[in-house]
């Protein structure tokens, strides 16, 4: 459950951000959570909800999570296949099982609404 | 709540206005960038200084801490070894490794179910404080017992090893992706137990290979010392690569 100490840090920065644009209430929070992330969105909404009701500047935020695709590259044949679903299980060109994926693996803190 | 825009507080406003009340911050930062920002100066301390740093993931029990006192025993005599610990609690795994006669500290995560680079941060600066601790050539970081949170924190690791033991099943791979993709090196611990497990060590690297075709595969008995020739190689390439390098990047 590392899901819940980033939530913590991302309540640090929107504290942070708050504070620097003179907001005292978050309506809502857009992260984007890459397939490859080892995030477990549920569990990082469950944190959400458990941190934020003890937070009077973030209690009732809507959470908005965005999936970004991450590209499998075949190491056979070089098809490039982009999907922010759960990785491929083999080359969709020539069924090769060897698939080198890339990006997909951040966390990023994109927009706020606050008042 | 405010019926008319869902506003969690009615108080602020009324409604012959639309909306200007919320703002809209484009803010697009990662929440990996801190720990990965200190990650790389973790790193860059360790090339000038000549260390190999390597980050030991694996399920509680999968023969970390018997994997590193055996290691210890091996090469001892051949390069200088130190070691943090990370675990939830106690100082056992580096009471063990401290009978070995290397510097050790224990990293106790109070509940965290992985290090990140802060943690590290500290804990090297803790190990140069014990003796032996200023001329190290190869630092093990042995993470909580864990297969999914570590995987996500770069500790400023030079390579990261996977291991699994033959008890746990060879179907980890497949279930803890993220591990394996993230690694350089998967290692198959406790092969002296294959007769009694039904455990194909083929079917476990060729998942991993299909996850991360660029893995280094090995397996190993710490117990019986089948199979560590290879693995004691691989960590002795990695330090006279570190040598030759003249402590740049490896
Ligand atoms: N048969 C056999 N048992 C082993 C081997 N390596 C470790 N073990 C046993 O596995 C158990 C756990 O080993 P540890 O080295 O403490 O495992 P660990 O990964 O450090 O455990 P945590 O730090 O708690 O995650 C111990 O009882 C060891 O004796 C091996 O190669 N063969
Ligand atoms: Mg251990
Ligand atoms: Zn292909």
Redesign the pocket.
């Known amino acids: 459950m590392h899901e819940i100490s980033l939530v913590q840090g991302l309540f640090h920065q929107l504290e942070k951000l708050a504070r620097e644009n003179n907001g005292d209430k978050i309506i809502s929070v857009t992260m984007e959570i890459g397939p490859l992330s080892g995030i477990v969105i549920d569990s990082f909404r469950f944190g959400f909800d458990v941190l934020s009701a003890d937070n009077d500047l973030i209690r009732g935020a809507e959470l908005i999570i965005e999936v970004p695709p991450a590209t499998y590259t075949c190491v056979q044949c070089g098809h490039k296949e982009t999907t922010s679903d759960s990785r491929p299980d083999k080359c969709i060109k020539c069924g090769d099982l060897f698939l080198i994926p890339t990006g997909g693996e951040d966390l990023i803190l994109n927009r706020i609404e606050m008042e | 709540m405010c019926d008319t825009c869902g506003c969690p507080n009615p108080s602020h406003h009324t409604h012959d206005h639309d909306h200007t009340h919320s703002r809209t911050i484009d803010v697009h930062t990662s929440l990996f960038a801190a720990n990965d920002a200190l990650a790389k100066a973790n790193r860059e301390h360790f090339d000038d200084s000549g260390i190999v740093a390597l980050n030991l993931i ?12 055996h290691t210890i025993d091996a090469l001892k005599n051949k390069i200088s070894i130190g070691v943090i ?1 990370g ?1 939830i609690e106690t100082e056992k ?1 580096a009471e ?1 490794i401290r009978a070995k006669g290397v510097p050790v500290i224990q990293l106790t995560t109070g509940g965290a179910c992985h290090l990140d680079a802060t943690m590290t941060h500290k804990g090297f600066h803790r190990l140069e404080k014990e003796d032996g601790g200023k001329s190290i050539d190869l630092l093990f970081i ?1 993470n ?2 864990n297969l999914v949170c570590p995987s996500t924190f770069d500790l400023g690791e030079h390579e990261r090893v996977v ?1 699994v ?1 033959v008890p746990e099943g060879p179907d980890k791979p497949a279930k803890y992706p993220k591990a394996f993709i993230s690694s350089q090196t998967f290692v198959v ?5 294959l007769p009694y497990f039904d455990f194909s060590v083929a079917e476990a690297t060729g998942d991993a290979l299909h996850l991360n075709p660029r893995l280094r595969t090995m397996d ?5 010392g089948e199979g560590m020739d290879i693995w004691l190689n691989y960590l002795l390439e990695l330090v006279d690569k570190m040598k030759k390098n003249g402590n740049r990047k490896l």
């Open positions: 694996s399920s509680p029990g999968s023969g970390k801490t018997t994997l590193l006192e610990e675990d795994d063990r042995e909580v017992g291991l033991s611990t406790k092969t002296d137990l190993l008995s710490s117990t019986t």
